[in-house]
């Protein structure tokens, strides 16, 4: 059976992730950073699926969380999705510098090395796919966070394009950019996001669905859902500066 490795593996997209794939046929290794949390989640899918579910309790803002990843990451797995982050509940200025560099070092050195090392054992085996999670927000202003997320699509691009003529296209690496999703994420950061109408909500299946079927067809930059798609598109019309403005605030409201 393949194997697929999911950083941010307990809720969210990246459990969405997990059930998808386990339904597909494949083996899961979940990084987490709850360990009861995410044992309870792999005895689910073991049950549920019938698959293998490895579990590694990992803090991907540590040396010793990110080394721990890389390891494992370079053995026998087929695809991997960089999905852990957390946005910040504030603006810049507002939230404490350690929390800023923290941010980076999970949503870019964390894809960055964990990138790093699956390619090798994919390139050789022929086979295997790199799906790292952005955000719509990469192509508006959302601070540190739309920063690192612009930063996670030209990285995964780049690489993509390094590494088409050696894998022959078989080894693929893209960018999902996903929108407002049905998540905890806005919760934990504090977000009140009860102004935003509910069309502008995708589900975190939906999301992986359309994820997957991009990836199978060689796609670089993925954005589910036809509303996020046209916002995209008029965001590379409209000038820069009024972007910042329209996405300085639009849609959030914290706490």
């Known amino acids: 059976m393949p194997t697929a490795f999911i950083t941010g593996a307990t809720a969210g997209i990246g459990a969405a992730f997990a059930r998808r794939l386990a339904s597909d046929g494949f083996d899961l290794v979940l990084l987490a950073r709850d360990t009861e949390r995410l044992e309870r989640a792999a005895a689910g ?31 026998d797995v087929d695809l ?3 999905n852990a982050g957390f946005g910040h ?21 964390a894809v960055l090395r964990l990138t790093h090392a699956a390619l090798p054992g994919m390139l050789e085996r022929g086979r295997g796919g790199v799906v790292n999670v ?15 997320k612009a930063w996670v699509v030209n990285f995964s691009q780049g690489v993509a394009a390094d590494i088409r003529r050696r894998s022959h ?25 009860s102004g935003l109408p509910e069309f502008m909500w995708l589900r975190d299946a939906d999301v992986v669905d359309a994820a997957l079927r991009d990836l199978r067809r060689g796609v670089l930059v ?7 798609k046209a916002i995209v598109g008029l965001s590379r019309l409209v000038p820069r500066g009024l972007v910042a403005r329209l996405s300085s605030d639009t849609g959030r409201h914290y706490d």
Do not use: W
């Open 45 to 75: 899918l073991r049950e549920r699926y019938g698959v293998r579910a490895e579990t590694l309790t990992s803090d991907l803002a540590t040396e010793a969380g990110l080394a721990a990843a890389e390891e494992r990451v370079r053995k």
């Open 80 to 82: 991997l999705v960089n």
């Open 89 to 109: 509940n504030g603006v810049f200025l507002d939230v404490p510098v350690a929390n800023e560099i923290t941010m980076l070092r999970v949503h870019c050195e």
């Open 134 to 148: 952005a955000s719509v927000a990469a192509f508006a202003t959302r601070g540190t966070y739309g920063a690192s």
């Open 169 to 193: 296209g078989r080894v693929r690496v893209m960018a999902l950019c996903p929108g407002y999703t049905h998540t905890e994420f806005h919760q934990r950061a504090n977000m009140d996001m």
């Open 222 to 228: 993925s954005v589910p859902g036809a509303q996020y």
